[in-house]
């Protein structure tokens, strides 16, 4: 109560008129009561109360978000019972408040409230571009109602029922996403909601728009994209399971269940909605278009895939299907016959083909086409979307074709057993649109018209009334038809009986009349066009020149006139002589040899189908051109060209007739007559004379490369060639080979003698080697056919010498015929196939009445294994055993018949009885060497198998094939080394014949040739296999070794006989290869097999022979390669790996090395930076202590680097690593060569403080530098080796250490000097009498002369410089003195002559002990210098110095 209130209290004068004081108004007031318990329940429940009065609940459900503070948690409300805290509580109490007071139930209320709620928030609309979405702020605001909504149902306080009640009664102010999120956050369901409607069409058509508008900007990119196809899918899987469900029953109340309409209604209105947009050309940005593409999106296994299990997706395609064939069923079928060109799936527009691509995908082929055959038989179609889905069938199927041809076959047979008219439109309305999309996926049409209606076969034979209902059927097409499919009818008719031939002539006419009205003439239609191709017709002149040179590739091939060109010649007159004949004479200068024009000009004269006027004109006309020519063109025949001009005619025209009277049956008998004609008329075409005769050739000469031949030989060859292959062609279409006669033998006889031969072959080796995979199937049997015949008397004919790759020796002819056929590229693979299964065909069928041995001397062995080889590898049916009924008829007939199928034939011979009894013979078998080497040919990159395909055949021919087959028929008797050796040996056979690529790090390649990298992998393969010990044979001794060793050891000793440097190089390159090999294969390999017993040391043997015979001379400075060297240690920690104790078996190893193989330790120290990391890294694994001998060679290493540094003062720093001393000596010296100059220097200073035999190791390595620099360009220079030296030698003069036992080191030393021949190449060791007096100018010449040994070793070096003077070997030095830096040392020369004077200097000098067994050194190298032998004996018999020590032996 205000103040004003209270103040007009106290001066109201009350009942008695008085005005009372504050004080009595406060008297009659209760007394204050005192605060209690019971008093603040009853102040919180008038605040409730007060709240519940004044509260909002449709505001309270939008304002409140989240849980509310812990202060305002209504935890004392009495009412709320166990919902204290949540915030469903609160509004919960106030709307059992508010129901109360309105008398209403709870849940009627809330429904209200809640839908009133969400029908606010979608009237909110922040930004109307988002259509059927929900902003940011309002998905926030519907979430935390939904939220509240969800509690409320829980305690049985909410209504869906109302709630779908009030929610429709604003269903235009509704959005689709509010709804969605109704039923993703299980409010309401969809489903209830929308059968809540009580108008289902009404609700239909709020659906569809909104979905619409859902598809318009789904298509449109942006944040809220996601939501939108999580929408989309949502509602198609709804409608999709929803509207085609599978019927419960008769009973089922469809009344009740208004969704299925609903969801069917929908999905009809977008799909016609879309195909309605297709039909007004919608333009791929419109709205529509974007819309539909996004409706049909949503027909995916994708969106599909929760309900794919159940059958609903498969009912939906298929009525959609039905929707689209029957939408807007205007067109007839004259239209479709007319229009359907334009219907062709590349013509289609992109949104319906990609939606019969997606129906496609829940539909077999079958029932596809069942579905189609369905809907045309109960619907009125639309032809455009029934033939547009016919073409995106055929395409998209790869089984269409069978399925459409069995479908167009059940059709044809249906119509004319009921004269069905409508089963006759089908058939040829699906036939022609199947043949728009090209012969790859359905035949021609007209192919198809002939096969169906060509023959007695076809329905329309079977009764009058058949053929009436054809022909009838026919004429009432022509209005509407394209000129092709006329020409087609016309052209390839119907096959009448003679007594209904007036349907076929009405018909004709009918068609010929439209062709008129349409301008196309069916005269001047082309002996060869296109009948499949619905396209415009081309003009008459252009079609001309096209049959022309169609007719002349026929009559090559046969020899005789096309059948076409007869036929028109009387048919098609008009065109023949107007347009065929005008292509084919045109005027030109004719050539020397008739070609394949001129001989069909002339096979076209004789048969009287040119006219005489016509044919004069052109022979004038060409007489004309000839003059015309310039007079210098033809001047390689001035030499009486009108004789050679007659000649070669004569010769054709004799050909000509010989290859009639081959096919004139009765002609037989005069052939042997003809061919002495030809033979006549072939040696005035040569120019020689009957008094000539031929002269005796012994043997052959060829280049296979690059064949050649004159002119004039080439066209006499040519012409030979060309006659034999037609007449072959042209007899063997008569009869079969063994029943021609004998005509072959005699023309090969008479026309391939001796003096044509040589010409006769070089041409064979252009055709089958160089353009065998561009001859055509006639020649290919025609030379296989000359093959034969050629080989047949190999004894007769001289040897055949072709240059390289072919082999050296003389070859017989079926030999130079396998030399020709190359297996390397998938063309040349198939081209071999051809030849060999003619050739052997025609031999087997020609001789099968002649004994074995007439077979074998026509055949080559390497022919037939050729031929053995490309069938196993080409045809996979081939690999099995062969059935008993596989023995089939010889494939030389059908061979004759073109087009050649060559799978079959070479199958067919593959099972032949008679060349399954040619296999057994031993010299024909396709032995496991014979693979190898033919497998080796092969280029992968352009090989006719896969990389797969190729692996998988490698596997049967090596494991399954050859590995179990008993040696005796060219296996491996299951001995896997076997057949590694005989891999590995392949190989190496097959690359050291071609030319190698020296790279050191080219792999296995020679230039660009990469044919055996996968016969490479097989070895590898089956060399671990031998690792790991599998597939040993029991009883393998191990004293045979590795097979790779082997290998090796076999080719390198055949190699060693020779020593002319091309010797030598081939030796060399022979290692290289050898050494690719090895680093090729697993390095478990250089170890051996692994020790059981022990000791534990890896057996290495082999590898240290390899290294110490055969490496060592491809070493450089005292070490091998990187490569090599970390494939030695690899091997060993694998070696170590599989021993019981690793660094036992490492120490024993490394050990043996000092004395067998110290080449290895050098190596390891000239690499240890790169190799040390690695070695570490992978002895981790091992858990083991680090091995001592690896660790010496650490302290070596550390040694030599420390001895150079600039640091190194103090003499700790300078101690050598333990172990041998020459360890230390290598390791310096390569310490040396990687020094800088300054610290090369100040580490010569400190050379003295080493130890002798340290400091002689140094010298020796020293000069091997020395003679490496020329050499090899990676060898240290020579002024920085000669320094060391200098210095070396010097350090030992002053400790008068003797260093010339280095210079007579022999093959029989011990100790030191055994290692040190051990680390020097062969070479290095024969060039150091260049070393040794390259070193003398470094000596103090006084104290040389005082060393009792030193007379005898100079003389013994000048000997033998003397005789490497002499066999050439000191040129590769020529320049060694100059790069010394040497006066007066420029040659070899200069070398030779400095020694002989300080010889000849010194022997005076020189004490006279320094002359014992000097005659004994000079005998044993003969009398190389007299002066200086005088000199020498005559010292040695002076008396000897008593006073002068014998020579030491140092080593």
Sequence with gaps: MSGSSMRDSAKDPGPRGRRRTWAELLVGRVRRQKPGAERGQQIRAAAVQLLRRHLNLGHLLLEVGGPLPAKLRPSAWPDLRSDHGNLGALVGSALRDQALRLGVPVAVLASQTVASGIVQICKAHVEPSLGVLLDPEQRKKLSSLLEITGQLSEHDMFSRLSFCQELWKAQDSLLLEAVWRLHVQNVVNLQELLESHEDAQAVAAWLFGNVRRLCEQTAESGPHSDIAGAMLSDFMQMFVLRGFQKDSGPGRNTEAERMPQIAAAVLQAMLLLALEALV?????????????????????????????????????????????????????????????????????????????????????????????????????????????????????????????????????????????????????????????????????????????????????????????????????????????????????????????RPLLTDYVALAKTRLADLKVSMENMGLYADLSSVGDVIEPHSQAAQDVEKAIQVFEHTGKIPVAVMEASVFRRSYYVSHFLTALLTPRVLPSTPDSREAFVESLRRADRIPSSLYSAYRQACSAAAKEKPAGVARGMETDPSCAEDALALLTAALGELRAAVADPAQHDALSAQVAVVAERLSSALGLCEDDG??????????????????????????????????????????????????????????????????????????????????????????????????????????????????????????????????????????????????????????????CDAWYSCLSPGLIKKFQFVVLRLFSEARGPLSVEDAASLPWRPLCLLPVDWQRAALCLWRHKAFRDLLKEEEFHLTYRDWVQLELEIRPEVDSLSDTERWDFHQWAIREHYLPMPSAAGGCDGDLQTACTVLLSGMMDFQSSRSYDHSENSGLVFGSYTGNRDIFSRLQEMAADLEQGLAVPHGHAASRGHFLFRVFRSRLRALAGGQDLASRLQRQQELL?????????????????????????????????????????????????????????????????????????????????????????????????????????????????????????????????????????????????????WVSAAALHFAVQRAEKGSLWRGLERLCRLQDELLLVLLFLSSLDLLSSPLTPRAASSPAALDVCAEVLGCLEKRKVSWLPLFQLTDTAAGLGHILLRLAADQHVRLLPVAFYSLLPCCEEDALIQDAAFM???????????????AGETGALSTTARSHGLQDQGDPVNLVTRARRFLLRSVPRCPTQSFSHMAELLASHGGCDPELSAALLSRQQAPADAGLSPEPRLF
């Design 280 to 500: 007004d050309g919608v333009q791929e940005e419109s709205l529509a278009h974007k819309a539909a593409q996004c409706w049909f999106s949503g027909f995916s296994g994708h969106t599909l895939r929760s309900i794919i299990s159940t059958d609903s997706p498969k009912r939906f395609f298929r009525h959609t299907l039905t929707q689209i064939l029957t939408h807007q069923p205007v067109l007839k079928v004259s239209d479709a016959v007319h229009m359907q060109r334009e219907w062709s799936f590349a013509r289609t527009h992109p949104l319906l083909t990609g939606l019969y691509r997606r129906l496609f995908v829940l539909l077999s082929p079958e029932e596809l086409v069942g579905h189609l055959q369905t809907v045309l038989e109960t619907h009125e179609v639309n032809w455009r979307h029934v033939l547009s889905c016919v073409s995106t069938m055929v395409v998209c199927f790869p089984g269409a074709q069978q399925l459409v041809t069995d479908w167009v076959a059940r059709l044809l047979a249906r119509a004319f057993e009921s004269f069905d008219l409508d089963s006759m439109v089908t058939v040829f309305l699906v036939v022609r649109q199947a043949a728009l999309e090209g012969p790859s996926v359905f035949p021609p049409y007209a192919d198809w018209f002939q096969a169906s209606f060509g023959s007695t076969r076809g329905h329309h034979c079977s009764s009058k009334k058949a053929l009436v209902f054809l022909f009838k059927f026919l004429s009432d097409l022509v209005p509407f038809e394209a000129p092709r499919y006329l020409q087609v009818h016309i052209l390839h008719p119907p096959l009448v009986p003679s007594k209904y």
């Design 1073 to 1221: 290869l050898c050494k690719r090999v090895l680093l090729g294969l697993p390095a478990s390999i250089l170890m051996g097999s692994p020790q059981v017993e022990p000791p534990a040391a890896p057996d290495c043997a082999e590898f240290f022979q390899l290294v110490n015979s055969e490496l060592r001379n491809f070493s450089h400075g005292g070490a091998l390669t990187h490569d090599i060297t970390v494939h030695f240690f690899r091997g060993l920690l694998h070696a170590c790996s599989r021993s019981r104790d690793p660094s036992l078996a490492a120490d024993l190893t490394l050990t043996a090395c000092h004395t067998e193989c110290p080449l290895v330790l050098t190596s390891a120290l000239l690499w240890w930076p790169r190799l040390e990391p690695e070695l570490r890294s992978k002895w981790r694994c091992f858990q083991d202590p680090w091995p001592r001998e690896l660790q010496r060679l650490r302290e070596a290493w550390e040694f030599a680097g420390s001895f150079l540094s600039p640091d190194a003062e103090s003499p700790d720093t300078m101690l050598p690593a333990a172990g041998p001393a």
């Design 694 to 851: 031929s002269p005796e050739v012994s043997k052959i000469q060829l280049s296979i490369l690059a064949p050649r031949l004159e002119q004039r030989e080439q066209q006499v060859v040519d012409l030979l060639l060309a006659s034999f292959c037609q007449s072959v062609m042209v007899a063997s279409s008569c009869a079969p080979p063994d029943r021609q006669g004998s005509w072959a033998a005699h023309f090969v006889t008479a026309t391939c003698g001796r003096a044509l031969l040589p010409a006769v072959l070089s041409r064979l080796c252009q055709l089958l080697r160089h353009q065998g995979p561009g001859l055509r199937a006639s020649h290919v049997l025609g030379l296989a056919a000359l093959a034969a015949h050629l080989g047949k008397p190999r004894s007769a004919l001289p040897e055949v010498h072709v240059g390289p790759p072919a082999p050296s020796r003389g070859l017989s002819i079926p030999e130079f015929f396998d030399s020709l056929l190359t297996c390397g590229s998938k063309e040349s693979l198939l081209f071999c196939l051809k030849f060999c299964t003619a050739a052997i065909s025609y031999a087997l069928c020609k001789f099968s009445s002649e004994s």
């Design 1352 to 1366: 005898h070793v100079a003389v013994d070096m000048y000997l033998k410089l003397l005789r490497l003077f002499a």
